[in-house]
């Protein structure tokens, strides 16, 4: 298994670039989530998923977009990056059920110049 | 707003130390706490508290939580320099279905041969 992986790792833009990550998993989670991840901010969530076809926003949605067309994969998309934007982004999932951890991808670490 | 604070955000030790790492809560309906080590990429799960009083032990690690008054310790015994990582402790609120985990700034620990 190669449990959750994240497409691309690296990735500048200029600002008002679009761009889109893709996270896929292969442990049949139904949940899905996008987080950022900010120096001494810990991580906060962006959207995420409870099944294919469903998505819901999380903490920080502003500026992203995403999809659950399939249930292995979770794409998060920047429609005109910012500056703001600059930051590590993890994906994780997990399965169903009230106590169960989430596993994470390596993180894609994204500048916005 | 549900909230998860650690302290201290940064430690600095030698080889052979034990370490307290502290995480407090404030969380609606909660259910459990976990706790993820990162060091260089993703955060890989450590422990999941859902009782009270019940000590949690993987190795040199152990873990613990008081649910009245809403904390958990993180104890790392003859801390080695591979310990170095940031601690991140999350909440999963009760009523939990796929959504958020709530997670604290992290704990960064470098341990100095």
């Known amino acids: 298994n190669a449990g959750v992986t994240q497409t691309p790792k690296f990735r500048v833009l200029k600002t008002g670039q679009s761009m889109t990550l893709l996270c896929a998993q292969d442990m049949n989670h139904e949940y899905m989530y996008w987080y950022r991840q900010d120096p001494g901010m810990g991580l906060r969530l962006i959207h995420y998923s409870v099944g294919e076809g469903t998505t819901a926003k999380g903490e920080v949605p502003d500026g992203y977009n995403v999809s659950r067309l399939k249930k292995q994969n979770f794409l998060l998309g920047l429609e005109s990056a910012a500056p703001s934007q600059t930051s590590v982004y993890f994906c994780?999932?997990?399965?169903?059920?009230?106590?169960?951890?989430?596993?994470f991808g390596p993180g894609t670490r994204l500048t916005v110049l | 707003e549900d909230k998860v604070v650690q302290s201290p955000l940064s430690l600095v030790v030698h080889e052979g130390d034990t370490v307290t790492l502290n995480c407090s809560y404030e969380?609606?309906?909660?259910?459990?706490l976990l706790w993820y080590k990162q060091e260089k990429k993703a955060p890989t799960f450590l422990f999941m508290l859902?009782?009270?009083?019940i000590e949690k032990k993987s190795g040199r690690l152990s873990s613990i939580l008081d649910k009245k008054e809403l904390f958990s310790i993180l104890n790392i015994t003859a801390t080695q320099t591979g310990d170095s990582a940031i601690y991140l402790c999350a909440v999963a609120p009760a009523g939990y279905s796929g959504q958020n985990f709530v997670f604290g700034p992290g704990t960064r620990l470098s341990v100095l041969p």
């Open positions: 859902t009782s009270s009083g």
């Open positions: 994780a999932s997990r399965s169903g059920g009230a106590y169960n951890e989430q596993f």
């Open positions: 969380v609606t309906n909660f259910r459990s």
